[in-house]
T-cell receptor, first 112, second 114 residues
Framework: DAKTTQPPSMDCAEGRAANLPCNHSTISGNEYVYWYRQIHSQGPQYIIHGLKNNETNEMASLIITEDRKSSTLILPHATLRDTAVYYCIVISLHTGRRALTFGSGTRLQVQP | DGGITQSPKYLFRKEGQNVTLSCEQNLNHDAMYWYRQDPGQGLRLIYYSQIVNDFQKGDIAEGYSVSREKKESFPLTVTSAQKNPTAFYLC?????????????FGPGTRLTVL
């Protein structure tokens, strides 16, 4: 699976959009981009995933560049409850092992 | 409500003792996973199982053992051979289908070796 690079931390004002970048320059054609988040001392929570098209759900939007070498997770109106560590993961669903490989992620602090 | 549960939430163990962490899911998922998380770090895979009565080692399986006798249960035993077992342990499950891999995580068990 391709490796990802994320900034270690970011701040965002409550009510503003939080844009979390992820670099995955070695991604291959059959690998998906997944985002999870982990609130302190809890299990990670799935947010969104995509292959090459932009995706949106009730939690967030995922923007993937045309060359697929980077992506941005957008939380449109951040709240204090969005304070968490956000993990960008690249995974191929066509291999036998589908376990997730988490890096250190980005610690998002939403400020009141 | 469907979900995945882990027990206990906190566990203390003396050095040299084996301990078993419970993981149960009622989501009818085929695949289950055990991860370990150390402070300030991401998750590392210990073991995973894609079907009943079958499981594979992950990246850090040494000192751990698992069983998968029932679809809904995937207990993890931390043996005395595990050199540094103090960590946060997370269990997860997924449908295991080809096109989708959302994993549902339990609340975790925090193991401390005294």
């Amino acid at each position: 699976d391709a490796k990802t690079t994320q900034p270690p931390s970011m701040d965002c004002a409550e009510g503003r959009a939080a844009n979390l970048p992820c670099n995955h320059s070695t991604i291959s054609g059959n690998e998906y981009v997944y985002w999870y988040r982990q609130i302190h001392s809890q299990g990670p929570q799935y947010i969104i995933h995509g292959l090459k098209n932009n995706e949106t759900n009730e939690m967030a939007s995922l923007i993937i560049t045309e060359d697929r070498k980077s992506s941005t997770l957008i939380l449109p109106h951040a709240t204090l409850r969005d304070t968490a560590v956000y993990y960008c993961i690249v995974i191929s669903l066509h291999t036998g092992r589908r376990a997730l490989t988490f890096g250190s992620g980005t610690r998002l602090q939403v400020q009141p | 409500d469907g979900g995945i549960t882990q027990s206990p939430k906190y566990l203390f163990r003396k050095e040299g003792q084996n301990v078993t962490l419970s993981c149960e899911q009622n989501l009818n998922h085929d695949a289950m996973y055990w991860y370990r998380q150390d402070p300030g770090q991401g998750l590392r895979l210990i073991y995973y199982s894609q079907i009943v009565n079958d499981f594979q080692k992950g990246d850090i399986a040494e000192g751990y053992s698992v069983s998968r006798e029932k679809k809904e249960s995937f207990p993890l035993t931390v043996t005395s051979a595990q050199k540094n077992p103090t960590a946060f342990y997370l269990c997860a499950s997924s449908t295991g289908t080809e096109s989708y891999n959302e994993q549902f995580f339990g609340p975790g068990t925090r193991l401390t070796v005294l």
